[in-house]
């Protein structure tokens, strides 16, 4: 079975500073993998995907992820922290197995502050 | 330019009472899903939908019926309601299994 870890439930950064959060996953088969963000009292919107193309992933906002096999991780970051950047972030998972194949399998989110 | 449409916003329910969760999408998505949102849990799979018709069941289903009499729609239902039920429930839609979720913007759900 697949799943997803983000370490860190709440990550406190300033504003400029480096956005760092952390996804691992655990998966058999090469893996699809998302990013998503959540505002407060909305739905989820989707950052960016990694489908086995290129290693480092390009989404919205400035953020980027980069997959590495090796240490089965798809961290996302962005260089400069804006104020608007405070959210809570979902890694994500596309499960393989079974009936629920093609399901997501979600980690249970990383709640981004930013600090003027 | 709507995507996932969830009705209602916001509700309060009695312990026992029954109720039904609307979602449409207008993108022409096979794939419907159904999902509670609780503090610290993530998203949590309820039942989905891989076209019209049908219908099967996620990782908590326990609770809730589901029905997908027409492609756009796809019912949340809560047949008893109990106080454990208190969540937001996020609707989604892709187009294809393993391509992006489109999501609504939520269900805040309340059980007294």
């Known amino acids: 079975a697949q799943s997803v870890t983000q370490l860190g439930s709440h990550v406190s950064v300033s504003e400029g500073a480096l956005v760092l959060l952390r996804c691992n996953y655990s998966?058999?088969?090469?893996?699809?993998l998302f990013w998503y963000v959540q505002y407060p009292n909305q739905g989820l919107q989707l950052l960016l995907k990694?489908?086995?193309?290129?290693?480092l992933v390009k989404g919205i906002n400035g953020f980027e992820a980069e997959f590495k096999k090796s240490e089965t991780s798809f961290h996302l970051t962005k260089p400069s922290a804006h104020m608007s950047d405070a959210a809570e972030y979902f890694c994500a998972v596309r499960s393989y197995y079974g009936g629920s194949q093609g399901n997501l399998i979600f980690g249970k989110g990383t709640k981004l502050s930013v600090k003027p | 330019n709507a995507g996932v449409t969830q009705t209602p916003k916001f509700r309060v329910l009695k312990t026992g009472q029954s109720m039904t969760l609307l979602c449409a999408q207008d993108m022409n998505h096979e794939y419907m899903y159904w999902y509670r949102q609780d503090p610290g849990m993530g998203l949590r799979l309820i039942h989905y939908?891989?076209?019209?018709?049908?219908?099967a069941k996620g990782e908590v289903p326990d609770g809730y019926n589901v029905s997908r009499l027409k492609k756009q729609n796809f019912l949340l239902g809560l047949e008893s309601a109990a106080p454990s039920q208190t969540s937001v429930y996020f609707c989604a839609s892709s187009g294809d299994r393993g391509q992006p979720q489109h999501f609504g913007d939520g269900t805040r759900l309340s059980i007294l």
């Open positions: 998966s058999s088969v090469p893996p699809y």
């Open positions: 990694y489908t086995s193309a290129a290693t």
């Open positions: 939908s891989v076209g019209e018709g049908t219908t």
